[in-house]
């Protein structure tokens, strides 16, 4: 009975009730944004990423990716010369162009195999819509960073660039020489040459545009060394 009579005073002229829809409502709002919020401001900060990238893309952004990949295979492959005091190579077999697909294959020299024995000591690098080009000339840029250390601009007649049929073999010293055949371990040339070039342009199927000439890479072999840098219009 006395129980009945003993609530407590709310002092505030509101109902208890409307006090607990009241608290529940103040956490609810506290409780942080909404998925559909968190959507929208995903889909915006997207959008803003596509059209920085399309802003910013510079003319060789085709080219520079493969490029990269053809040094860094190149790199790699003198290491395993080196670690294996063998002579390995790199030959590159452009497919049909109705394949659009540009094959580099990793051979290594083992003493004792016959040319059909040769094996392949990694998987191949595959490129789709790239040809390797000739006679593409880096002009001199100012006021834009290089992706190499700069150097001196090398004399055109220490230049090669790699012809068909040609492939790249690099000794137990890490040394690149040019090597022709196209079955078997390639046969090295007798004397180095200062520097063999790669140019790197993409195709659409099959096809330079005229559009995108200057959307090409360079990756150039110090062939001493056996190290590689890539470079751009």
Same mark, same amino acid.
Request: include cysteine; aromatic fraction near 4%.
């Given at each position: ?27 609810? @709002? ?26 910013? !893309? #510079? ?8 490029? $990269? ?18 002579? $390995? ?8 162009? =109705? ?15 016959? =040319? ?6 990694? !998987? ?16 001199? @840029? @100012? ?60 195709? !659409? ?11 090409? =890479? ?8 056996? #190290? ?6």
């Amino acid at each position: 009975m006395l129980g009945k009579h003993m609530r407590p005073d709310l002092g505030s002229g509101y109902p208890m009730g409307s006090c607990k829809e009241g608290l529940r409502q103040g956490r609810g @709002r506290q409780g942080g944004f909404t998925l559909v919020e968190m959507l929208t401001v995903i889909s915006i900060m997207s959008l803003l990423m596509v059209a920085s990238n399309a802003l910013f !893309r #510079t003319p060789g952004s085709r080219a520079l990716e493969p490029a $990269v990949r053809i040094a860094r295979a190149i790199e790699l492959a003198r290491a395993q010369a080196v670690a294996n005091n063998r002579s $390995v190579a790199i030959r590159f077999d452009a497919q049909a162009p =109705a394949s659009r697909e540009c094959v580099l294959r990793f051979l290594e020299d083992r003493p004792g195999q016959s =040319a059909g024995q040769i094996k392949e000591f990694r !998987r191949p690098e595959r490129f789709q819509d790239i040809v390797i080009a000739k006679d593409l000339v880096i002009a001199p @840029r @100012r006021g834009q960073p290089d992706l190499a250390p700069p150097a001196p601009a090398p004399d055109p007649s220490s230049l090669h660039d790699l012809a068909p049929g040609e492939s790249l073999v690099i000794n137990s010293d890490g040394q690149v020489l040019l090597g022709t055949g196209t079955t078997g371990f390639p046969l090295a040339a007798d004397q180095l040459v200062p520097l063999i070039q790669l140019g790197v342009q993409p195709t !659409r199927a099959g096809q330079v545009v005229a559009a995108e000439q200057r959307d090409f =890479a360079i990756v150039q072999i110090q062939c001493a060394t056996g #190290t590689a840098r890539v470079m751009q219009p």
